[in-house]
């Protein structure tokens, strides 16, 4: 009786454990659903602005051969960032569930870590990737308009870039951050039947009855010994 107790108890543990590991999955696919959308948009902006032609100045006057080659290199690595968020995203939504449900033993928490390193990835190639727009921004205000208005335009962006900057590292991050000792802050590759296996004798579920009863007996005395 005490057997099957444990047994249901070691597979009530393995249920709940994979049900959190199932919620994570079900996040992370969310995230790089909403990096994917957002990096698909910024990437087709991106190509249209290598469309764009300098006819933009007056008669008189011709581009800066500097910040039109500035511009036009701030846009293809707008692109390029943001066709690899959109890349990265599309990848971990497909074949991270894929390799949770169909792989062996211990895929959930393998599907779970790595959809966690890559968010990380796919999130700093987004931002980079805005960054570049901001960029190209500035260098087409240098490309189309007067030096007073790009000026102008570049101080704007430059001041909000800062704003920007500080607020999310300062108020942002802050707010949402998990204290140093959460649980499962950082999620794990091993899976509860695999924990199973490596366990410590002498635990629940871990071992059989004749590893518990000879942990918890007394030491006998050998025969002959003083």
């Not at 990096?39 to 007056?58: I, N, Y």
């Not at 943001?82 to 895929?107: D, H, K």
Request: glycine share 8%.
């Amino acid at each position: 009786m005490i057997a099957a107790d444990i047994a249901e108890l070691d597979s009530r543990l393995k249920q709940l454990t994979l049900q959190i590991r199932d919620k994570e999955l079900a996040l992370f696919t969310t995230n790089f659903g909403v990096l994917g959308t957002k990096s698909a948009f910024l990437c087709g902006l991106g190509w249209s602005g290598l469309t764009m032609v300098p006819a933009w100045q007056h008669a008189y006057e011709h581009p800066h051969r500097l910040a039109l080659a500035l511009f036009y290199a701030m846009d293809a690595l707008s692109i390029c960032f943001n066709l690899a968020t959109m890349a990265l995203s599309t990848w971990c939504m497909v074949n991270g569930p894929m390799l949770a449900i169909r792989g062996p033993s211990g895929s959930m928490g393998r599907a779970v870590a790595g959809m966690y390193a890559e968010r990380k990835w796919a999130l700093r190639s987004f931002w980079t990737g805005n960054l570049s727009i901001l960029l190209a921004s500035v260098a087409l205000g240098w490309v189309k308009f007067e030096v007073e208005i790009a000026v102008a335009i570049t101080v704007i962006i430059a001041f909000f870039v800062f704003l920007l900057g500080y607020y999310i590292k300062q108020v942002t991050r802050p707010r949402f951050r998990l204290p140093a000792n959460t649980v499962g802050k950082r999620p794990q590759t091993r899976n509860p039947e695999e924990e199973a296996d490596r366990a410590p004798r002498g635990l629940i579920g871990s071992g059989d009855f004749d590893d518990l009863e000879r942990a918890a007996s007394p030491a006998r005395p050998r025969l002959g010994a003083r």
